[in-house]
């Protein structure tokens, strides 16, 4: 059985805490680990051009329309990323903030 442990600080060699994403200990790990994701997501893109372009234009359409998005999202999200259904959505309908 493997145990995780999460780890939300490192102690360094000085006794003072480190966040790991700062840490060099850690910065090859998650530079491998997002270059990966890089890659993977340049695949997808390159792998569902095809239909990317006919999902994306369904999906503002039907948002434009004032339709429900969540099935169009959950058919164009086998082919999209989730950037590039938030950048669609809000070239059409705008960029939610909250008022202060």
Known sequence: MRVLVPINFV???????????????????????K???????????????DSLN???GTLKKVAITNENVFECLM???????????TQSLEEEGGKYRQNM
């Open 11 to 33: 102690i360094s060699a000085k006794n003072t805490k480190v966040d790991p994403i700062d840490s060099p200990i850690f910065a090859d790990v998650f530079k491998e680990k």
């Open 35 to 49: 270059e990966a994701q890089i890659q993977t997501l340049n695949s997808l893109h390159l792998a569902q051009q």
């Open 54 to 56: 006919i999902q994306l």
């Open 75 to 85: 058919e164009a999200a086998k082919s999209c990323s989730l950037g590039q259904l």
